[in-house]
C-alpha cells in the first residue's frame, strides 16, 4: 500500500485560506488604467499623445477607460510613440504590504526635458513609477494667451508654485490672475488652464499633478 500524504483538519484550513489569499491577490492586468499612468508621467494631454502615436484622441481615451481593447498595431504604435518597451506597458500593478520605501533624487538640471511650444518641462523624479504624484518644474515660454490653440486640460488636480515670475494664470471660469515669485495655486486639471510670462525674462513654476 502506497503511503498517502494526509493533512489535519487545521492544515487543510490553513491551507485553503493560504491559497485563498493568494488567489485574491492575483489582479487582472488593467491595460486602460497603465497606458494613462504612462502618459501622464510623462506630462502629455491626449493630444499630445495622439500626436506622438499616430492614434486619434478619441481610441486613446476609449483604450484609457477600458471601452476597447487595443490591437496590435495600437499597442505598437503606443510603444513607439511614447518611447517605452512593451513590458512597462504590461507591467502587473503591484499591491505594496507595508508603507513602502521608495526613494528618487533628482539632481539639478538632470531631470527629463520634454519641451513643448508654449512650456518647457522638466520631468523630475522619472525612475519611479506608478507614482500618485507627478512632480516637474516648467519654463514658461509663452508670452500671449493667444499662443495657445486650445485650453490645457487633463486628468487630475494640480498644484502651482512660482518659482520665478511674473507670470498670468488663465482659468476656464474664472478671470485671469497676475501671479508673483512665491505665489501658489491648486485647481482641477480638467478645467481649462494655461501660463503665460509677463515679465522681461520667462517664469519658472513648480508643478505637481496628481
Known sequence: MTDRPHFLQSDKQSLQIERADSEARVEPLQLGQRVREIRLSQNLTLEEASKLTGLARSTLSKIENEQISPTFS???????????????????????????????ITRAGEGRPHPT????HELLATALTRKKMIPYRTRVRARSFEEYREWVRHDGEEFLYVLEGPLMLYTEFYEPIRLETGDSAYYDCEMGHALVSVGENDAWVLWVTA
Open 117 to 120: 511650444p508654449t512650456y518647457e
Open 74 to 104: 495600437a499597442v505598437t504604435k503606443l510603444v513607439n510613440g511614447l518611447g517605452i518597451d512593451i513590458p512597462q506597458l504590461f507591467t502587473q500593478p503591484r499591491r505594496d504590504r507595508s508603507g513602502g520605501g521608495r526613494r528618487d
